[in-house]
């Protein structure tokens, strides 16, 4: 799972009103490289909650991004901080770990990259 | 029994091992689901400027509609609630994240995210009830209401669905339009029994030129789209699928098969490389009876 999905992400249980963002814990982390494209990251760029981006960049051991969301000007010159964006966004992949509901603790486990979010009876 | 897999188990059952390896293995449902899905985008009808979208895939399966999406230069996320189907993906390599999750449950995406969602042959499954927990209506609604939530406005869904009948078709049609999606069913090919597929074609958003539904493929020309007032019983003629068809028995007719058949597999054999006898005046001869 790539940091552009987790934040999308967010818990679905029932009853919890602020399920955003989930907690990432880490086992394993792999990165896989894929091809620059500046205007994917343009357009996905306001969709993009900084604040949970950055933190879960720096829980998955990337710590290269500001920590306050930057001016969407640096977008149109910056090369340099769209290529750390890009790798943040796109390349870091979580193999093996939890996403972790911030309300509940609820665990979702991530078994080959792909997060189980079902939820069990009670939840829905 | 039903040729429907909706009606032998429920889908992370239906899709073990052994079903999610047809998806590698047969080129004709590969052949078929891609097509599918190049209509489905082709029905998105995303702005034409080259910058990838992020799109979602309800059902994604084995990710034969992702690599559609991929070529097609998009990010996607896939939804399936089948493990093994997610297996078959993962080692098809597809660029896509997936995730492991039951559409009926809400998608759980953070609001106003996501640019378009397409579903190939899926969202028939939230009508059935598998485990006693299982309410198809607040399914439906849960499905409908968090895929209103997670699309950008102006958004546009399109689901290829198979309904097993009228009711089904306005089941899942009503609860769309509860949430709040504009849109309606387009029909490729309506007069054809087996050719026929139905796509529910939906915009985020109150009604507004975007939402126009656009026409279904039909080979009259004529146009095919139908919103959800038509319940007339020219439609309940033409709603058999190939999929409810009983399976074609094998023909055996008393003669045998006759000289002309056998001829003309030879030819297909011959055409193929294989090593055949050549054709004689003894070949598909009939046996004496002391035989």
């Known amino acids: 799972m790539r940091l552009l999905t987790h934040n999308m992400l967010s818990s679905n249980i029932k009853g919890v009103t602020k399920g955003f963002p989930l907690k990432i814990e880490v086992e394993k982390v792999v990165e896989k490289q894929v091809e620059i494209n500046h205007d994917f990251l343009r357009n996905i760029f306001p969709k993009i909650d900084w604040k949970a981006f950055s933190d879960a960049a720096r829980t998955m051991g990337y710590v290269e991004l500001p920590e306050q969301a930057p001016d969407p000007s640096v977008l149109e010159s910056d090369l340099d901080f769209l290529t750390k964006f890009h790798h943040a966004l796109l390349e870091l992949h979580l193999e093996?770990?939890?996403?972790?509901?911030?309300?509940?603790?609820?665990?979702?486990?991530?078994?080959?990259?792909?997060?189980?979010?079902?939820?069990?009876?009670d939840e829905v | 029994m039903s040729s429907r897999p909706e009606l032998q188990a429920p889908?992370?059952?239906?899709?073990d091992d052994v079903e999610a390896r047809k998806y590698t293995s047969s080129s004709r449902i590969a052949e078929i689901q891609t097509k599918l899905s190049e209509r489905a985008l082709e029905l998105l009808a995303l702005p034409d400027d080259g910058v990838p979208r992020l799109l979602l895939d309800i059902g994604c399966g084995s990710g034969l509609s992702g690599e559609t999406i991929t070529e097609n230069g998009h990010q996607w996320i896939g939804f399936d609630i089948s493990e093994s189907m997610l297996n078959v993906a993962l080692q098809n390599e597809v660029e896509g994240d997936l995730l492991l999750g039951d559409m009926g449950q809400g998608l759980g995406l953070r609001p106003g995210v996501i640019d378009g969602a397409i579903s190939i042959s899926a969202v028939q499954w939230l009508c059935n009830a598998?485990?006693?927990?299982?309410?198809?209506?607040?399914?439906?609604?849960?499905?409908?209401?968090?895929?209103?939530r997670c699309l950008a406005r102006g958004a546009r869904a399109v689901l290829q669905v198979y309904p097993e009948n009228l009711a089904?078709?306005?089941?899942i049609l009503s609860y769309a339009m509860r949430s709040g999606f504009a849109g309606g069913v387009v029909v490729d090919y309506p007069h054809s029994t087996k050719k026929r597929k139905e796509y529910l074609v939906l915009t985020c958003g109150p009604p507004s030129l975007s939402s126009v539904v656009p026409s279904g493929k039909g080979e009259d020309g004529e146009s095919c789209?139908?919103?959800?007032s038509s319940g007339d019983e020219e439609n309940q003629t033409v709603c058999i699928s190939d999929r409810h068809r009983p399976q074609k028995k094998q023909k055996v007719n008393k003669k045998g098969k006759g000289r002309e058949w056998v001829l003309r597999k030879k030819d297909q054999m011959r055409r193929k490389g294989n090593v055949?006898?050549?054709?004689?005046?003894?070949?598909?001869?009939k046996r004496k009876a002391r035989f």
């Open chain 1, 96 to 121: 093996e770990g939890a996403l972790v509901c911030p309300e509940t603790g609820r665990k979702f486990p991530v078994n080959k990259g792909i997060p189980n979010m079902l939820l069990h009876e």
């Open chain 2, 225 to 228: 789209s139908d919103d959800e």
């Open chain 2, 11 to 15: 889908p992370e059952i239906f899709y």
């Open chain 2, 168 to 171: 089904q078709r306005e089941l």
């Open chain 2, 276 to 285: 055949v006898p050549p054709d004689t005046k003894y070949t598909a001869r």
């Open chain 2, 130 to 148: 598998d485990k006693s927990s299982h309410e198809p209506r607040l399914r439906l609604k849960a499905f409908f209401g968090s895929l209103y």
